[in-house]
C-alpha cells in the first residue's frame, strides 16, 4: 500500500526483499520519535507504536479496533478524514499537516501536528497513516492565532474570509465565503483560487499574477468580476496578504473577499448629484468644492461637526479639520472622488469629532457632496453582537435559540456539529428534529415555572438524535425570552458523554473497591479517615460510621502512626515506600496483624490512600516455615548413618550436613561454596554428574558409588518452591558398606541354597519314581490278594508319593525363578490372561467361574514367569470361592511409574493376621481334606514380582473374599535379573 503508485520498498531499501524491507519499515517506525498510528478503511486503529502509546498513556488494547475518534479528541477524526479525501481526490503527494487533540487515557487533550496520507493498493483506497509530533511552543502559539482567526473569520459573514497555502490552494473556508461564492468547505478546500476567476481571466493569467505580486509586495488590492459555484457573477473587492513566519519563510496567503455588485450597480444608476442630495437629506450634508473649499452645510452637519455653516463656508476641509488629512482613508476617498469621479465611501472612529463617522462621497464636475452620520451607536451595537457572536461559535459547548413554536431561530457552529446538520438545515426546523417530543413538552413546563419564578434556570438531560441516527446524551441548561405573544428559549447545550462514562468508570471502581478482599482506606493530612470500604470495617470490626471521621490512633498505635508518617515523607520525596507490618486494634479489642501499602493521592491535599491486609495465616505460616526450617536444619546436621546437601544449578552444594561429615571431620562450612568438581575426582564427576543434572528436568536418581573405600547409596531428587518451579536439587548418601558386605553374604547363601535345594529335589526324583512304580505294581498284581485295609494302605502309600512329586516339582520350579528365567521383555499381559484363562477353561465352565477384566497394560518382564503368577493367583480365586460360583474381578491401576494389577474374588477370605504367612513356602491356613494343594504357590508368586522388581500384598477379611495386588514397576530399561 502507498499514497504513491511508484512506491516500492526497493524505492527506499535497493534489493532487499519485501519482508526484509518490512522487518526495516518496523525497526525505523519503531525508531522515530513521533507517534504513529495506521487506520483501516473504516477509520478502525489497526497499529499504533510505542511513542504514540507513551504520549497518551494508552493501552495497546485499548486502541487496537477503535475507532479513530477515540484517539483524536474533539473534531480531529473528522479533520483528518477531510484531509484524506482531499489527498484521495487531488491525487497530491503533498501532506499538509493539522493541528488536533490527542486524547489522553486520563481523559485530557494534548496538541499535536497531524499528517495524515492515504494507503491505496490497486486503486483501491485501504487506510490512512497517520504520524504525530509535538508541534511545541511555536505550534501552541500558531494554533491560538489560528483559532483567534477561524472564530474572526467565522463571525464576519459579509466578508469572504479564507487561507490559501502557498500555491494558492485553498486552506480553510468562513461562513461568509460559503455564502458569497457557493462552495461549502468540505468541496473547495484542496482547490485552486483560479476557481474563482472569469475563463477570460484565467487564460490571462491573473491568478497567478496577483499571487506573485502579493508574494513580492506582501498585499495587493483588486476589484473585478469573479465567479460562483453555480456559475454567477458578482463585483468583487478582494485584498490579497502573503504571510510568512518568523524567520521569513513563506507559508501562504489571507484573501478577504466582499462582494460589491449591489454597491457596483448603485454607483452606475446613480445619474446626478441631485438625485443623491434628495435620497439622503436626512443625513449630515456638506459640500466642498474642487479646492475643497465648503460651499454648503445642512443643520445636522452643523451639529455633529460643531461649528455652524458660516463658520465653515469658503474655508478649506484640510485647514478646518487638518487631522483629517493625516487620515489615509479619509484623504484616499476625497482623492479617489475627485480623480476617478465615482462614489468613495468610508467609516471610522474620527478622535476630533469623538464618534465613528459613515461617509458616502459624491463627486460632481464642480466638487464633492459628503454624506456622514454619528455611527457610534450602531458600531457599539454591532461590537457587541460581533463579540457576542465570536462567543457563540467559539465555545465548545452547543447553543441554540427556538421560537415560542419550538422552532429553531438560531444555532451555533458547535451545535449543528454535534448532531450532524447543516445550519440551514435546522433553521425553522422544530425541536423536535433532534429530539423526543416529550422533551419539548417537558422544556415548556419547565419554562413556566421560570417565568413564575418557581425556578432561577431549567436544567435538563436528554439524548440529542444526530443526523446519522446516533444518540448523545446532553445536559441543556436554558431561559425564556419574549418572542411576540409568548415566550421562546435560548439554552447551552453540553455533551455529557465523557461525564456518564466518568461517572461509570467510578461506580465500576467504587464497585471494585467493595468488591476486593483487603482493606481500602483513606485519611486527610492530620490521619483523620474520610473513606473506608466494607472489608476494612470487617478487618477492623467498626462500622463505616464509626470510622469515618475519627483518628486513625483508634485502630493502630502511636509508633505505628509515626512509621506511616515516614512512610509518607518517603513517597513525597519520590521513593517507593515499603509495606508496613502492625497489629491493628479491632472494635472487640482484640489484634489482627496487617500489612499496609501507601500512595499519596495527587494534589495539595495530602490525602493518602492505603491498603490493608490480614496476614494472620501468614504470619501463622511464617513461624511454622521457621519451625520447619529449624527442624529441617537440625535433620540435615543431625543425618544418621549419612549426609544430605542442596545444591544448585552450577552443581555448588549451598547447605550441607548429616553424621557421615563428622565422623570424617568434615565441617559443613568446608562443603558449602564449592561444587563436585572441586571436591571429587574427574572420574567420580563423570560417574555422577548425569545424576545430579537430572534433577533440574524434574528427574529422581537412585545409584551406588565407591568413594574413599566405602560403598555409597546415593539419591538424587528435585526441589521445588511454592509455586513449583525447580530451584535447587538434594543429594541424600548413605554409607551402605557394611549392609553391601551382608547383602553380598546373604547372596551367596542364598545361592548355595537354591543350588541345594535344585539338587535336593532333583534327586529325589529318582528314588520318588521307584517308590512309585513299585506301589503301583504292588496295586496292580496283589489287589485281589490285599483285604480291603491292605488296599486303603496302598493308597494312601501312592497318593503320599504324588504329593511328594507335586512338592519336589514346586520346590524345583522356586529355585529356577532367579536362575532359569527368561530375559525380560515387553509383556502385553491382556495375551497372558488369555493363556491363563485357556489353561483353566475346564475348571472355569465346571464352576460356573465369572471372570471379568479391565484392559491390562503391556510391562516388562519374563512372559513365562508373568504366565505362573497369574495361573497361581485365578486357581486360587477358583479353589477358596466357597460354596457360590467363583466370580473374580481383574484390575489394573497407574501409580506414578508402576502398574497395580489386583485379582478379586468373592470367596472365603483369609484371616489379615495370616496375610503374611500365606507367602512364605510350606505353609497352608487349610488342611488338604479341605483344599488341595502344596503350600508353595503363593510362595512362587511372591518370588516372581520381586523379581521383576515390585512387591505383592492381599487384602482380605474372613467370608468378604480377598484381593490379591502386585506391583509391577514399568521400568522400560530394567533387564533379566
Known sequence: MSTNP???????????????????YQTLTDTLDDGIYHLDAEGRVLAVNDELLETTGHAREELLGEHASVLLADDGAERAAREISRRLQSQSRDVTPIEVGLRTAGGEAVRRELRVSPLVEDGKFRGSLG??????????????????????????EEYAIFRLDAEGRVASWNEGAERIKGYDEAEIVGEHISAFYTDDDREAGAPERNLERARTEGSIEDEGWRVRRDGSRFWANVTLTAIRDDDGTHRGYLKVTRDMTDQHRRELELESELQRLFSRISDAFYAVDDEYRFTHVNERAEELLQQSEEELLGKRLWDVF???????????????????????????YYDMLGF???????????????????????????????????????????????????????VNGAFCEMVGYEREDLLGEPASTVHNEGITAQAKTMT?????????????????????GETIPVESHFAPFPDGDGYGRCGVVRDISERIERERELAKYETIVEAVEDGIYAVDAEGYFTMVNDSYTELTGYSREELLGSHVSTVVGDDTIGRAREIEAELKRGGLGEPLEAELQTADGGRVAAEATFALLPGDSRERIGVARDITERKARERALEESERRYRMLVEHFPNGAVGLYDEGLTYTVAGGTMLHERGISPGEVV??????????????????????????????????????????????????????????????DVTERKKYREKLEASNERLEQFAYVASHDLQEPLRMVTSYLGLIENRYADALDEDGREFIDFAVDGAERMREMIDALLRYSRVETQGDSFRPVDLDAVLEDVRDDLRMRIEETDAEIESDSLPRVEGDASQLRQLFQNLLSNALRYSGDEPPRVDITAEREGDDWVVSVRDEGIGIDPEDSDRVFEVFQRLHTRDEHAGTGIGLALCRRIVERHGGEIWVDSEPGEGATFSCRLPDGGDRTDG
Open 356 to 410: 465613528w463617522v459613515e461617509a458616502n462621497l459624491y463627486p460632481s464636475e464642480t466638487g464633492i457632496s459628503v454624506y456622514f452620520r454619528d455611527v457610534s451607536d450602531r458600531k457599539k451595537r454591532e461590537q457587541e453582537l460581533e463579540r457576542y457572536e465570536t462567543i457563540v461559535e467559539t465555545v465548545d459547548d452547543g447553543i441554540y435559540a427556538v421560537d415560542s413554536d419550538s422552532r429553531f431561530v438560531m
Open 6 to 24: 511508484d512506491a516500492t520498498p526497493e524505492a527506499l531499501w535497493g534489493d532487499a526483499d519485501g519482508d526484509v524491507a518490512l522487518r526495516r
Open 673 to 734: 561454596g564449592t561444587s563436585i568438581y572441586e571436591r571429587y575426582s574427574e572420574e567420580l564427576v563423570e560417574e555422577i554428574k548425569p545424576h545430579f543434572e537430572a534433577v533440574f528436568d524434574g528427574e529422581s536418581r537412585t545409584f551406588e558409588v565407591e568413594h574413599l573405600n566405602r560403598h555409597l547409596l546415593a539419591h538424587t531428587l528435585p526441589v521445588r518452591n511454592a509455586d513449583d518451579d525447580i530451584y535447587a536439587g538434594m543429594v541424600m548418601l548413605q
Open 448 to 468: 413556566e415555572e421560570v417565568l413564575s419564578g418557581e425556578r432561577t434556570l431549567a436544567k435538563i438531560e436528554l439524548d440529542l438524535w444526530t443526523s446519522s
Open 131 to 156: 504520524v504525530v509530533r509535538d508541534c511545541g511552543r511555536t505550534a501552541d502559539a500558531r494554533r491560538e492565532t489560528e483559532e483567534q482567526f477561524r472564530s474572526l473569520a467565522d463571525a464576519v
Open 322 to 348: 487638518p487631522s483629517a488629512g493625516e487620515i489615509d482613508d479619509v484623504w484616499d476617498a476625497f482623492e479617489t472622488a475627485k480623480e476617478s469621479q465615482e462614489a468613495t465611501s468610508y467609516e471610522l
